[in-house]
């Protein structure tokens, strides 16, 4: 109910759709209610001025008045913490979906007022800021649910500055998007052999030693689990064997037939990661676009995993 309401509230408020950056927050954008704090304080104020009234108390009335012109300067003071604030960029790297998305906003000021206590909220996650002319820049944690490009969503801006009695606040929505690389398989068997390999590899067995043993993956032959240190550990452990060491793999997608269509996008992206971690170079091949030639590195593991990403979902797919 309270989302429901909350998302036909920011149907009525700017902006209605999204925008291209950077933009500045004017009068036509913000806007300012009393908070709790702020009923509570009108209240009070009334039940005073109606007893000072009464009872003829011009000190009284005068303190009452007073903080009344407090009060509406407070309002006043929450607008001007936004008036000027401007988004100038939105940027993020790239992490696997079910992630935290580190979203990076870049305020800064058209005058040389500094702004305090400013929120950045998108749902549940939260950030909060303080900057001056020089401007500042806000990490927000957004969360990330599927691979691909994600639209940056829709971000408040708001205050309570600078009594509390008043909550000021503004939206702003990047036209902009942001990219998921796939999640990659939490269990996945070990790398494809290099073509031309299968006669060479696990050649020698390692011992029963902690250092050269690993968790069971499923498809790891059943031969290779070490059963005594497994009744130690009371967990599988399977023994690792020297493999041969090629500069040439090839993460093909057809080495993934049998899975579920998101499942294979998973497993190749464990695989560029398990590449990229033993220092072994690697091509990746994915049907609708042209293989990826042989590389190694953080630019072309970035390469791989966002053609992998940008595979058609899996009811386009089908």
């Not at 992630?99 to 990076?104: A, C, F, G, M």
């Not at 939490?186 to 011992?207: D, F, I, N, Y």
Request: aromatic residues 6%; proline residues 8%.
């Amino acid at each position: 109910m309270r989302d429901a309401l909350r998302r036909r509230v920011q149907a009525l408020t700017r902006p209605r759709t999204p925008e291209a950056l950077p933009v500045a927050f004017d009068r036509h954008r913000i806007y300012v209610l009393p908070t709790a704090t702020g009923l509570f304080f009108a209240l009070l104020l009334g039940t005073m001025g109606l007893g000072a009234l009464n009872f003829n108390n011009n000190p009284a009335l005068l303190l009452a008045l007073l903080l009344a012109g407090a009060a509406q300067a407070s309002l006043i003071g929450a607008h001007m913490q936004l008036s000027g604030v401007t988004v100038g960029a939105v940027s993020a790297d790239p992490v696997a979906a079910g992630e935290p998305l580190h979203l990076k906003l870049s305020l800064g000021t058209r005058d040389a007022r500094v702004r305090r206590g400013l929120k950045l909220r998108h749902g549940d996650a939260a950030t909060h800021a303080s900057f001056d002319q020089a401007g500042a820049t806000v990490d927000l944690q957004v969360p990330t649910d599927r691979r691909g490009l994600m639209p940056v969503p829709r971000i408040e801006l708001s205050t309570v500055q600078p009594l509390g009695l008043a909550r000021a606040w503004a939206y702003v929505w990047p036209a902009q998007t942001l990219l998921v690389y796939p999640a990659p398989e939490t269990q996945a068997p070990p790398l494809p052999m290099p073509a031309g390999a299968e006669g060479k590899a696990r050649v020698a067995r390692a011992g029963d030693d902690l250092h050269h043993l690993r968790g069971y993956r499923p498809g790891d032959a059943p031969r290779t689990v070490a059963w005594k240190a497994s009744a130690r550990r009371d967990s599988l452990l399977v023994r690792e064997y020297e493999q041969h060491r090629s500069d040439q793999l090839m993460l093909d997608w057809e080495a993934t037939q049998g899975l579920p269509y998101e499942q294979r996008i998973r497993r190749l992206a464990r695989w560029v990661d398990d590449a990229e971690r033993e220092g072994r170079r690697y091509a990746l091949r994915i049907p609708g676009q042209p293989a990826l030639p042989m590389g190694l590195g953080p630019a072309h593991r970035h390469a791989c995993l966002r053609a992998l990403a940008l595979l058609p979902q899996e009811a386009a797919h089908g």
